[in-house]
């Protein structure tokens, strides 16, 4: 546990700027002297008292007090809410009298969850799930911080690293104690239990990156020939005129980017440069961009003119795998673009952004395929690539254990293992653990 802190810190809680309210936070040993210092008594625990706030004989604001002592708080620390109204003037009369009081500092950004971990109120995956609650802009992101939050994932690590304790245990016990009758199977159960986790862990690890996608955004590339409709179908997707369109081939030459919201999935959709073998190092240089954030997409829309069959060629079919939408575009103009059909995995998607015909169908399926792709509703995912980064490492030193020679090597792969795990959740006192497990082993024994 962290020694107790010396300073109580506040900060405002909210967003700064014109608000109707305005939350400010005090956490830390002396939080309850803030009541006093705005002439307040102190409210009942957590319930939200009217608050006539003074300073220096002047009424600063009229608002609520919330008391909330340790350690049932959010920072498992006293903590004291103060509930303004969220005008600069208020904030600025506030925060100077707080700044007065002895012992009081303004908190560094995160603070306050920083405590929080260090009074095991959060792990690390919880704290990190606040913060991407609170950046989430979409459904997805909102639901997977909430499950993060709940503490879904770091259950799941710290179940991993308990039954990776246990079976360390087991094989200190091997070292220690190597003429006693310790049975065979002991050996075997530390082996089958190490094959086990692997197994679960890989699996865990593969799972296409989704949790990272969603709380990053997944990336869309619109790919084509020049003068496809590509930027005219970003600007529709955006609902603004975001790209300039012209009926000039070779128009965009730069990547366009645009940050959305498509079916609760955070989305970035990149316009890119028509395809096409260019003389001009300007065009070349698009096209090169262009096929690069193809590669990196999640999801390619080929966005094809329907009218115009002859435009197709050895670029754009190398395009073509099953994360690629064909899309034949410009349907109200004369010419059948059944000869887009083929292209794709199945029927081109015909559409006019001319007229919007088949707009919502290709909205549609981009939600559906990117639903399909990314379902985040079984088992909790990886959010960080500091997570994978962790499991990886963890993997890789269960199966060096495995491979071990003497015990005490395999014991210290084992080690090794429990403490990248024990990274992601922050907690990483494997010896006090396993001295706990250990104890209880022998005595099982
Ligand atoms: N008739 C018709 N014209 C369209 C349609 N969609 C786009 N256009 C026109 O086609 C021309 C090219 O559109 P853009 O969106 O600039 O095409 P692009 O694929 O971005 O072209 P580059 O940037 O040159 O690669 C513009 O004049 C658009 O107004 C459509 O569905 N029907
Ligand atoms: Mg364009």
Redesign the pocket.
Known sequence: MAPPPEHTIYACATAPGRAGIAVVRISGPRAGDVFAAFGLGRPAARRLQLARLRAEGDVVDLGMAAWFPAPGSFTGEDVAELHLHGSQAVLAAVLTVLGRIPGFRLAEPGEFTRRAFENRKLDLTEAEAVADLVAAETAAQRRQALRQLAGELGALYEGWRHRLLQALARQEALIDFPDEDLPDSIFSAVRADVGTLIAEISGHLADNHRGQRVREGLAIAIL?P???????LLNALARREMAI???I????RDVIEAHLDLGGYAVTVS?T??LRPSEDIVEAEGVRRAQARGEAADLRIL?LDGSRPEQMHPLLRELIDPDTLVVA??I??AGDPAWADGLGAGPALR????TGAGLEALVARLTAEIAGRFDTAGAPLITRARHRAALEECVGALARSLEADLPELAAEDLRLAVRSLGRITGRVDVEDMLDLIFREFCIGK
């Open positions: 084509g020049p003068n496809a409709g590509k930027s005219s369109t012209s009926p081939p070779g128009t965009t316009d440069a028509g966005m575009n410009k109200d103009l559409l006019s952004l001319q």
